[in-house]
């Protein structure tokens, strides 16, 4: 059971299964990847908005790999398990135009710089908030069956883009192999998210992520599965501030439960919309908390408390 490195100075930002691997491991081995954040570098520490608007995106995930596991084949169960993540002191988050949950509140580029000092995560500017490093890997997949590019932000059931935040440091993810070798590849470090990522992004920053792997033959399953420790979050016992929402449109009442969220966030607290809408999307769970009883649907939007200072 050997240990390998895997350095970010090659990267690819497609799925794609003709890519050739950068390294072949054995069933059990572990591997350390060199992870940039999501923006590929396009984002540095204190980078302004008009600044940041003036630089070419990538077309995709900058994802480390592929790694090859030797015997994976098709119809096989890859187990990935999560054993570190370690950040690098910094990382970010934003909302912009036409993308997240609130486009059309927020039709304007804006940045959140975090620090990130041990085990919290820091506006940049001030402690207004401190909100626990609790980090995973945004992307973790194997090669998809298809051939040809695939676009990294659509997760699939080969996994990608799935913004689990229960990846942490002590689950596993399980992943059904779809081509031989596996070929597996990661990438979209979260230093923290909400669930539901509602601005796009979470708290994105680079990191070196420690993950060991297994072969489960002949167990054969559909999608993605995952175990994940206890408690859910390091801020359980504080309580939380929950807005609510209803009506027959999940998407709308996860949309309005976040706006009076940032309402309450900003009367209350002093935060900017801006700064509340990024906060909720890395520390605010949205949740399902009544889908039966027709025509009305109920979604929550849970805050810690332990958060605001």
């Not at 480390?64 to 999560?82: F, M, N, R, W």
Request: glycine fraction near 10%.
């Amino acid at each position: 059971m050997a240990e390998h490195y895997l350095d970010d100075s090659v990267v690819h930002h497609f799925w794609d299964n003709s890519y050739e691997p950068r390294l072949e491991i054995e069933p059990g081995d572990t591997v350390l990847f060199e992870c940039r954040e999501a923006s590929d570098r396009r984002v540095t520490p204190g980078i302004t908005a008009e600044e940041l608007a003036t630089r070419e995106r990538m077309p995709g995930h900058p994802l480390t790999g592929p790694v090859l596991i030797k015997g994976a084949q098709p119809g096989d169960v890859l187990a990935v398990e999560v054993l570190n993540l370690a950040h690098k002191g910094w990382g970010w988050n934003s909302h912009s135009p036409n993308f997240g949950l609130l486009p059309a509140d927020f039709d304007f580029l804006f940045v959140q710089h975090w620090r990130l000092e041990g085990d919290s995560c820091m506006f940049w500017e001030s402690d207004k908030v401190r909100v626990p490093f609790e980090p995973f890997c945004g992307v973790m997949g194997v090669a998809p069956r298809e051939n040809g590019r695939l676009r990294t932000g659509p997760p699939g059931n080969f996994g990608g883009n799935m913004d689990i935040r229960g990846l942490v440091v002590g689950s596993t993810l399980y992943l059904p192999v779809q081509v031989p070798g596996a070929l597996f590849s990661t990438a979209d470090c979260h230093a923290a998210q909400g669930d539901g990522e509602v601005s796009g992004t979470g708290i994105e920053s680079p990191m070196t992520a420690t993950l060991r792997f297994q072969l489960h033959k002949g167990q054969t399953i559909q999608e993605p599965q995952f175990t994940t420790p206890s408690p859910l979050t390091k801020t359980d016992s504080h309580g939380y501030f929950c807005t609510t929402a209803h009506g027959p449109d999940l998407f709308v009442n996860s949309q309005n439960a976040v706006r009076y969220m940032i309402d309450w966030l900003e009367t209350n607290h002093g935060l900017s919309r801006s700064q509340a809408y990024c906060l909720c999307s890395a520390a605010a769970d949205l949740k399902i908390s009544e889908i039966v009883d027709a025509p009305n649907w109920v979604v929550s939007c849970y805050l810690p408390l332990s958060i605001l200072r």
